[in-house]
């Protein structure tokens, strides 16, 4: 997969893999699949600019494991068939520790 370097306060998301089974164990078919909302960030910009002409750094780093809403970024299919999520660092909710 090509290299990509968010602008700004983006942020790049690789979204975890979808469950596959239910709790009880039932094998779950393609269509019944829900995106999850939990990824890992592969890459982040250098942060928001504000008024005053200085960059805010971002909260998250690569490594992160987040939390955002179903909704949230921009999908991306890289050149090999790797699909990414671009957004917002506003649109992530939270940090997995």
């Known amino acids: 997969m090509s290299k990509i370097k968010p602008l700004g306060d983006r942020v ?18 393609d269509s019944a699949k829900n995106k999850p909302q939990k990824g890992e960030v592969v890459a982040v910009g ?4 504000l008024k005053d002409g200085s960059r ?4 998250v780093k690569e490594g992160d494991v987040v939390l955002f809403t179903s909704w949230a970024g921009n999908e991306y299919k890289g050149d090999k068939g790797g699909e990414l999520l671009i957004m917002s660092e506003d649109e992530i909710l939270a ?3």
């Open 46 to 49: 250098e942060g928001k600019f």
């Open 95 to 97: 940090v997995l520790e």
């Open 12 to 29: 790049v998301i690789k979204r975890a893999a979808p469950e596959t089974t239910t709790s009880g164990g039932i094998l779950l078919p």
């Open 56 to 59: 805010k750094p971002p909260q």
